[in-house]
């Protein structure tokens, strides 16, 4: 038996042309949702993630800025810039695209977005307010982790899910996403002993770590929904997951193509936060 594959793009454009109803509806009312994404200095993948971002927002018919930063700009430029647009009514969401240059610190960059237009989902409020299940812009990539699992039947509720990989972005926002959705959620990361045993208990296993092709077969249980948020780059230039995908495809109940899997929700769930940060700020909810 070879695993069902969860096809990202599918269930994303689907979730596009649910929005583009909702887009038409808010247009009616005189609201245009607004997103500006600020790139400083010249990072290849960068340059894609944010074009890419201009392209969904024009797709949707949203107001979109691009704001391209010489990589030498200041920590006090940037955040004046922030400023302008926290009070620019127009805009819904800012997004500052990571990593910054190292001269900038990420801390006081983060934290000076109004976590109202906060549709990274990074800011310490918006972080605190998921941890404590109260109403918040989620962060993008969790958020279409549980929207793949819940639209293909896999919903979280009483199952054990293993998420290897405590990052900020990732690890940790899936963990208390997977929580909230009543799963059982064993958090997994470098220092883990017996760390195939573990992922080998999951029903749902996420694995976000940026090691290709980490997850081998006898790491998943027969049947586990496998769930790759890697994006790694081989020396061939083709790009490939955490997870050992002609491995593990014979043993796994579900799993995530990479690319064309977790990739493509990551700007959808931006464009469904962006919605909804304009929907907000009119008082529609
Ligand atoms: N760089 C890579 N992924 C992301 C993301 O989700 N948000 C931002 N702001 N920067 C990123």
Not at 106 to 122: C, L, Q, R, T
Request: glycine share 8%; aromatic share 2%.
């Amino acid at each position: 038996m070879s695993a069902q594959l969860i096809k990202g793009k599918q269930i994303s454009d689907t979730i596009r042309e649910e929005m583009r109803h909702e887009v038409e509806q808010l247009k009616a009312k005189g609201v245009i949702p607004g997103l500006v994404v600020i790139l400083v200095g010249e990072d290849a993948a960068s340059q894609v993630y944010v074009r890419n971002k201009a392209k969904a927002c024009e797709d949707l018919g949203y107001y979109s800025e691009v704001v391209r930063l010489p990589a030498d700009t200041t920590q006090t430029d940037l955040l004046a810039l922030i400023e302008k647009y926290n009070q620019q009514t127009n805009i819904h969401g800012i997004l500052v695209q990571l990593p910054l240059p190292k001269h900038i610190e990420e801390k006081p960059v983060i934290d000076a977005i109004s976590v109202h237009k906060d549709v990274d989902g990074f800011h310490p409020i918006s972080v605190g307010n998921l941890m404590i299940g109260d109403d918040a812009l989620l962060p993008c990539t969790p958020s279409g982790v549980i929207e793949l699992l819940k639209r293909t039947g896999n919903s979280p509720a009483g199952k054990h899910a293993v998420v290897i990989g405590r990052s900020n972005i990732v690890g940790k926002p899936v963990s208390m996403l997977l929580l909230r959705e009543n799963a059982t959620v064993t958090i997994c990361h470098s220092r883990t002993p017996n760390l195939a045993e573990v992922a080998r208990q999951a029903d749902i296993l996420v694995v976000a770590v940026g090691v290709a092709k980490l997850v081998k077969e006898e790491w998943v249980k027969p049947g586990a929904v496998v769930i790759d948020v890697g994006m790694n780059r081989l020396p061939d230039g083709k790009l490939c997951g955490d997870v050992d995908f002609d491995d593990v495809v014979g043993t796994a109940g579900w799993l995530t193509p990479v690319p064309g899997g977790v990739g493509p929700m990551t700007i959808t769930m931006l464009m469904a936060n962006t919605l909804q940060s304009a929907k907000r700020a009119h008082g529609i909810v």
